[in-house]
């Protein structure tokens, strides 16, 4: 359980930074993890490399353009990364701040589109708690005002192109600070070309935090700390879930954060509990898997949360073998698939 046993050579040339026009032109990496069997593929080919019967889950948060660029009343440049509303009332937020000098409680904070914040609570880990108002609908001046959040391994400024590009196409239910990014290559042809083969989708939603980026600080896995996300899994899932499981079909995951989603809401007798609430599911090798049987995802970051559960899923040798196969071929990382 050593983060360095998570890590892998990553040239940075490899790390995609801009998304391909077509969002299912990427490769995709087949994992047969029974035979321990590494095949390279088109991501367009995935519905027949799926099982007909299959019931695919994917994570339809939407991600928020939780990034305000402004000043305080004293002229200082300040930014604020929206990371959860915990007041609706009031429109508070939890937030991630940066400027020269920290702020404070009772700051005062301009945005865009007449955005005014007012600090109203420092956090033990620092985190801002920030009201908010603004003339009309807070969300939807936001939509104006704010920038995407993409992940800090994207080193260019966001373009308007990112609010459409960094969303799946099936996002519905916003409150993300970055995107299910295994569902990015999916297109609405994607999905046509499933129900033809009489693969069935559903849905949960987990709003992703920026806790996904964060790096682990801690040699020994076990001591890690995740942070908490807020999920919701409505009652025709859950349902459409233990049918499928009870008929003996596999429950295939679209991404990690779907993964993390059922395995935490499975109970003791291996059904899926409907319902919102919130995990911190940390998934390390050892973890019995419960609910999901196969894995949709992205390559990840060496000695990542992401990683470690991918390997405790397929198996850690079998995945860095893969990653480096990847590397080797000149893969887009971060931007490319695996299915295993």
């Excluded at 040798?317 to 931007?335: K, M, N, P, S, T």
Aim: aromatic share 8%; proline share 5%; hydrophobic share 40%.
């Amino acid at each position: 359980m050593k983060l360095t046993e998570y890590n892998y050579d990553l040239p940075q040339e490899l790390i995609a930074q801009q998304p391909l026009s077509d969002r299912s032109a990427s490769r995709l990496l087949l994992l047969n993890r029974e035979r321990a069997r590494i095949t390279h593929r088109n991501f367009d080919s995935l519905p027949e490399l799926l099982r007909e019967g299959d019931l695919l889950v994917r994570n339809e948060t939407r991600v928020l353009p939780a990034r305000l660029l402004g000043k305080k009343q004293s002229g200082g440049q300040v930014e604020a990364l929206l990371v959860r509303q915990i007041d609706p009332i009031k429109n508070v937020w939890r937030c991630m701040t940066r400027s020269s000098k920290p702020v404070r409680i009772g700051n005062l904070l301009e945005f865009p589109e007449e955005i005014c914040g007012e600090v109203v609570a420092v956090e033990e880990d620092g985190q801002r708690l920030i009201h908010f108002n603004c003339p009309g609908e807070f969300l939807e001046v936001l939509e104006r005002a704010g920038h995407m959040p993409l992940p800090p391994y994207i080193r260019r400024e966001d373009h308007d192109f990112d609010k459409d590009r960094y969303q799946t196409v099936f996002a519905n239910n916003p409150g993300a600070v970055a995107a299910p990014t295994a569902g990015l290559h999916f297109t609405e042809e994607t999905f046509a070309a499933l129900a033809a083969r009489n693969i069935d989708v559903c849905g949960v939603t987990l709003h992703v935090g920026p806790g996904t980026f964060l790096p682990v600080r801690t040699e020994n896995l076990r001591e890690h700390r995740m942070h908490s996300e807020a999920y919701e899994i409505p009652q025709t899932t859950a349902e459409q879930i233990n049918v499928a499981r009870a008929d003996g079909r596999r429950i295939v995951a679209l991404g990690t954060t779907v993964t993390r989603t059922l395995e935490h809401a499975v109970d003791d007798q291996g059904l899926l509990q409907a319902g919102q609430g919130e995990t911190d599911l940390f998934i390390l090798p050892g973890f019995n898997f419960r609910m999901v049987d196969a894995l949709i995802t992205n390559f990840h970051l060496p000695k990542s949360t992401l990683l470690v559960l991918v390997s405790a899923f397929a198996g850690r040798d079998f995945i860095l073998e893969a990653y480096r196969q990847a590397v080797e071929h000149g893969y887009r990382f971060l931007a490319m698939a695996i299915v295993c």
